[in-house]
């Protein structure tokens, strides 16, 4: 059975999170002085290993100011719509 592998250091955990793939693989090789084949192959049996998971809800727009300025235009025409039809 062969040995497990070394996890990931955090900054290139927070680089993937973020969907840098090249910056963390770059990150990789400087961390640990691999080769850009070597850091690119580990960055990719990460990502197998744990897929990322799509963002959904209040996570779309803690990740985006844009986003969070769109739904707010969004629910502030809702409510001028609603009060025109009510008037």
């Known amino acids: 059975m062969p040995a497990a592998e070394p996890t990931l ?7 993937l999170r973020q969907d840098r ?12 002085g691999l ?3 070597e ?3 580990r960055i990719d ?10 963002l959904r809800g209040p996570g779309i727009l ?3 100011r ?3 300025l769109i ?4 629910i502030a025409m809702m409510g001028l719509v609603y009060l025109l039809l009510i008037g």
């Open 45 to 54: 049996r990460y990502l197998e290993e744990n897929p990322p998971v799509p």
């Open 21 to 32: 793939r090249a910056d963390a693989i770059e990150l990789l090789q400087r961390l640990q």
């Open 71 to 74: 739904w707010l235009a969004l």
């Open 39 to 41: 850091a690119e192959a």
């Open 66 to 68: 844009f986003n969070a």
């Open 9 to 15: 250091p955090q900054d290139v955990l927070l680089a």
């Open 62 to 64: 803690a990740s985006s």
């Open 35 to 37: 080769s850009a084949a």
